[in-house]
């Protein structure tokens, strides 16, 4: 991971900073909203033939202050103890922008999911969840599929959760539909990236038909956003994935290949680098793969009016100003993959409640609250004259410490 200015948690830190100072916050409760409550390292050993290889999970709860902390488990080389922080932080940040009743925590292990079999990849999850069932639970901590992980993990995860303290499938999100999943909810980040992206364009008054479109990532939040973005007329005229990328002028037919695993076998005339995507000439670039790749080393080579950021960090801080600093609009992260925890939300209250909404009323509430909190951060944009991202810390910020205020933990 490309964190090249400071580390990941540091970073989510230095705007929770920033917005405390512009709210008027005391230093002690900055310093209260920049720690992380509970912070659990397991090791998992996985044997391997005849032998056995200790892997490292994490989970990190950084804010109970709005209700059960929430967030994914990562699968991926590169996890470690300050990017889990990072993400849960930004857990808490996005829960109360959007203001759904969580707070924030993430999870994760240090694996190449890639090199996982089906079997192997069970083996880790059952044992994570084994080693932390005391601090997971419906209205504690619930998690959902982050990368390297997916619906498929999220029903082991449950499964495991069962066998140690009965049925609750609220238990965790991102569950297969057929096993208490909500329809909807996989597709629930790409479809927001999607809209946030059309929503910016309009505002900007360019037209959403025929707007170009580059993405890197092609697993969940990319395929699905890809998808979305042709849906509305948009132009995807390429795509990357950690095989490589594809471009065409004349737009991607996302269709085609949206139910391939890889990109390495679609056919199509022109192929790029997996990072090369990020310096194609377009209207709105997504970055919806992995945390820090647009940063000091290549930001002057971006080529795009807007950026709407899929993955989670994916700019670095200097980046950000850089860029914003030459035109180039920013839709930050905590806004524009909310769609996810959004969409968690509602099957976390559907499971809660043992009622099933129908693809449509999920999809109309999840279009209605994005455009809310969408709008509200653009009235706290105007009104503090600050950039997206600062307008979202604030709002976010200043709805945390009122909690925290409030459940009388400070004064
Ligand atoms: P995923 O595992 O489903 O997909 C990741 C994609 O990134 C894959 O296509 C992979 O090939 C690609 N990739 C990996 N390394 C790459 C590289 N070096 N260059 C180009 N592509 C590369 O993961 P996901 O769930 O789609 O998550 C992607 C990002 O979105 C992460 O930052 C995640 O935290 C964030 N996010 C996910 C959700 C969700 O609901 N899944 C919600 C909010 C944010």
Request: with cysteine; aromatic share 6%.
């Amino acid at each position: 991971m490309t964190h090249t200015e400071a580390s990941a948690f540091e970073e989510v830190n230095e705007k929770v900073a920033q917005a405390g100072e512009i709210l008027g916050l005391k230093s002690g409760v900055i310093s209260a909203l920049s720690s992380c409550e509970r912070e659990v390292v397991i090791s998992i050993p996985l044997r391997r033939g005849d032998d056995v290889e200790v892997l490292t999970g994490y989970r990190v709860q950084h804010s109970s202050a709005r209700g059960p902390r929430k967030g994914g488990i990562r699968f991926h080389q590169a996890v470690d103890l300050d990017e889990v922080r990072a993400l849960a932080s930004l857990m808490t940040w996005k829960t109360a922008l959007i203001d759904v009743p969580f707070g924030g925590a993430k999870g994760g292990v240090a694996v190449d999911a890639s090199l996982l079999t089906d079997i192997e990849k069970e083996e880790i999850i059952r044992r994570w969840t084994r080693s932390l069932v005391h601090v997971l639970g419906h209205h504690r901590d619930i998690p959902a599929p982050d990368m390297g992980t997916d619906s498929k993990t999220m029903a082991w995860l449950m499964d495991e959760f069962h066998r140690l303290e009965g049925f609750q499938p609220a238990c965790v999100t991102g569950k297969p539909v057929e096993l208490f999943g909500a329809p909807g909810r996989e597709e629930a980040t790409g479809r927001g990236v999607a809209m946030v992206a059309a929503e910016t364009l309009r505002q900007h008054s360019v037209e959403v038909q025929g707007a170009t479109v580059a993405i890197q990532g092609f697993g969940n939040v990319g395929r699905y956003t890809a998808l979305v973005c042709q849906e509305l007329g948009m132009k995807v005229i390429a795509i990357s994935d950690v095989t490589g990328g594809i471009k065409d002028e004349k737009g991607l037919d996302i269709k085609k290949f949206f139910g391939k695993k890889s990109l390495a076998d679609v056919e199509v005339n022109e192929r790029i680098g997996a990072a090369e995507v990020l310096e194609v000439e377009c209207d709105v670039l997504i970055p919806a793969a992995l945390g820090g790749v647009i940063n000091s080393e290549n930001m002057t080579r971006i080529n795009a009016r807007f950026i709407i950021e899929g993955a989670n960090q994916p700019l670095s801080i200097s980046a950000d100003k850089s860029l914003r600093e030459s035109g180039v609009f920013i839709v930050p992260d905590i806004l524009a993959n909310s769609g996810g925890v959004m969409g968690s939300y509602f099957e976390w209250t559907q499971n809660i409640q043992e009622f099933s909404w129908p693809i449509e009323r999920f999809r109309s509430e999840l279009d209605t609250r994005m455009e809310t909190a969408f709008n509200n951060t653009n009235r706290v944009a105007e009104k503090y004259s600050v950039d997206l991202r600062t307008a979202a810390f604030i709002v976010a910020v200043g709805r945390v410490s009122e909690a925290f205020k409030l459940r009388g933990s400070l004064i």
